[in-house]
């Protein structure tokens, strides 16, 4: 029933999902882009004909996304930038020079972000605020950055945040929940306070996503029993989330605004895979009252 978690990015080809050019003309900016879901996304958009501008501290891994847009058959274009979205300035700079080249963001995705797993009590404070300062202060920095620079002045846009489900607590990664929770709260505030600019906000709250950094980041029993805990038996895949970003860039998307979207498996009702080992009956059903 429960499939396993050693599949890595599966980086699939042109959407298999929409039709062709749906993005066409759009500039989206995508933080993160050099791995797992940020690159995945990256193929995934540019595949509908977007213009795509990933950033990331590292450039190499953003040629790399760069590249393999190029040989997925991208019909828009992807191009890479420098940025740790933590600081203001740097967010500043690719704000102005994705700009100057593109004339115009149509939708930022903040897709960047992270943590490590450790018990709260361990956890120091440089850890929590490390935690803290990219997944909260880098989606502000970033989101305030476009609205500021484009789309206030220009008829709005939309930000899609990457969060995490499930969200009635996040054992081992306090730090995390607290900062995923703080950007949800963020989105639907601004949601209302920036519609009259005309820009919408969502979050994607998303489960577990076989991307590398999960599969190899964290200790092998955990990666093992991952698919366990999640109802529908199996991880998400990269472009499952990429898919999504795609739909709420398109104009399908256009009257979502302020929504938390949880795309988990069923994870965040329920932690377990259903029915649980321990209450089946011979047959492998769940157990059920004898009715007379
Ligand atoms: N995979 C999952 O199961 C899962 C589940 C829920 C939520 N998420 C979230 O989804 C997002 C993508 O996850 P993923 O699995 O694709 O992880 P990933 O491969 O580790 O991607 C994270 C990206 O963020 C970039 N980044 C980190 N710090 C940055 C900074 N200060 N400034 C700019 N870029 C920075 C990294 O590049 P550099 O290191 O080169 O900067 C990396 O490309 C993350 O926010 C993650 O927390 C993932």
Not at 23 to 38: D, E, F, T
Request: aromatic content about 4%; glycine content about 10%; proline content about 4%.
């Amino acid at each position: 029933m429960h499939a396993d978690a050693a599949a890595p990015d599966t980086l699939a080809t042109v959407s298999s999902i929409f039709k062709d050019g749906l993005l066409a003309g759009q500039l989206i900016l995508v933080s993160g882009g050099g791995s797992g879901i940020g690159r995945q996304t990256a193929i995934e958009l540019t595949g509908l004909g977007a213009d795509v501008v990933i950033c990331g501290r590292e450039i190499e891994p953003l040629r790399e996304t760069a590249d393999l847009c190029m040989s997925h058959g991208a019909e828009g274009s992807c191009s890479a930038m420098v940025c740790d979205i933590r600081d203001a300035e740097q967010v500043d700079a690719l704000i102005d020079a994705t700009l100057e080249t593109h004339g115009k963001i149509d939708t930022l995705v903040n897709n960047a972000g992270g943590q490590f797993l450790a018990p709260a009590e361990q956890i120091t404070e440089k850890g929590f605020d490390t935690v803290i300062k990219l997944n909260v202060h880098g989606t502000w920095l970033m989101s305030q950055a476009v609205a500021l620079k484009w789309m206030i002045e220009n008829g709005g846009g939309k930000i899609i945040n990457v969060t995490l489900s499930p969200h009635n607590g996040m054992p081992g990664m306090v730090h995390s929940g607290a900062a995923r929770a703080a950007v949800e709260n963020m989105t639907k505030t601004l949601s209302i306070e920036w519609a009259r600019f005309g820009i919408k906000l969502n979050a994607l709250a998303i489960g577990q996503i076989a991307t590398e950094t999960l599969l190899t980041k964290y200790p092998q029993v955990v990666v093992d029993n991952l698919s366990h805990s999640i109802p529908a038996g199996r991880l998400g895949k990269p472009e499952e989330v990429a898919w999504q970003v795609a739909y709420l860039a398109s104009e399908a998307g256009d009257f979502y605004s302020g929504s938390v979207l949880t795309m988990d498996g069923s994870r965040d009702n329920w932690l377990g895979p259903w029915p649980p080992t321990q209450l089946i009956d011979d047959a492998g059903k769940p157990v059920s009252e004898d009715r007379k």
